[in-house]
């Protein structure tokens, strides 16, 4: 049994929010990790992508460049204060961590690095990475459910890089199969949370301090969206854009498509419970 359903989890208290911080310039978090926001915000990226320097014995690594715009490129080679850059490992290949990547690597010389099965077919990382590598002083772990191609990357310390995967401003958006999976991040919370990292840094929003809150709450609203698809989903037979329209209220520009998206990866996570029926492209509860 998956270790989230193995008791309650706490709803609420867990987000973490700060205001919009100042873009190209290098934040410490750390002595050794500081971090540089891309200035891409948007409602799907919150105040932009975090690009992340960590150091480690042979110098410095980039994790997840996002914007390839020459002055964020410039302050990512600025932050590394003299420090050779080594590597650019991505968490995964959505675009607002992708796109640094090529033209940082060509311009510094260095290898892009990611999951070794990449989920975008335009790309094929310098250096393809399987869960429990080790590459610049950090531990890789797969972590799909977001993205098939999602990984973590833990210090020797006990800080990870969540990449999309936890977030404390917002909960992550799953698309459905074959990009995403809720039963897979469900189990991929489960692998992180058993972890015991002491502080997690995400690609979005402020670093976590309270990490098991921050997971619990994540699975927990998981959770609870299955039982309000289940307690809302209508009698007769309905389209994924009808279940919307029942299910999300008030939402904000830009973020119908993303609710689509999650509503119908949740649904087929119900599917395969048998817990609701596909007939063409209308879903409907089972009679059982």
Not at 142 to 147: N, R
Request: hydrophobic share 40%; aromatic share 4%.
């Amino acid at each position: 049994m998956l270790a989230h359903l193995a008791k309650p989890a706490p709803r609420n208290g867990w987000r973490v929010s700060e205001p919009p911080p100042p873009y190209g310039v290098p934040l410490p978090q750390t002595p050794a990790i500081r971090r540089v926001v891309a200035q891409n915000p948007g409602p799907m990226t919150g105040n932009g992508t975090n690009s992340w320097l960590a150091e480690h014995a042979g110098g410095c690594v980039v994790i997840d460049p996002g914007s390839a715009e020459p002055a964020h490129l410039d302050a990512l080679v600025a932050a590394a204060a003299g420090r050779p850059l080594t590597h650019i490992i991505l968490t995964h290949t959505h675009h607002d961590h992708l796109d640094g990547a090529r033209p940082l690597g060509q311009r510094l010389g260095i290898p892009v690095c990611g999951f070794h099965a990449s989920e975008d077919p335009d790309f094929t990382p310098d250096t393809g990475l399987h869960d429990g590598d080790r590459i610049a002083g950090l531990r890789v772990l797969h972590t799909p459910g977001h993205a098939s191609d999602h990984i973590c990357l833990e210090t020797a310390d006990g800080i990870i890089f969540t990449g999309d995967h936890v977030m404390g401003w917002s909960t992550t958006m799953i698309p459905p199969a074959p990009y995403g999976s809720v039963r897979q991040f469900l189990r991929s919370m489960d692998i992180l949370r058993a972890r015991r990292a002491r502080l997690l840094l995400p690609a979005h929003g402020p670093a976590i301090t309270r990490v098991e809150a921050c997971i619990d709450g994540l699975v927990a609203h998981r959770i609870a969206r299955e039982e309000s698809i289940m307690a809302l989903m209508p009698a007769r037979p309905s389209t994924l854009d009808e279940i919307v329209d029942g299910l999300y209220h008030n939402l904000r520009p830009g973020l119908r498509r993303a609710a689509r998206l999650n509503l119908q990866a949740h649904l087929e996570k119900l599917l395969e419970d048998g817990k609701v029926l596909l007939h063409g492209d209308h879903w409907a509860r089972t009679t059982a």
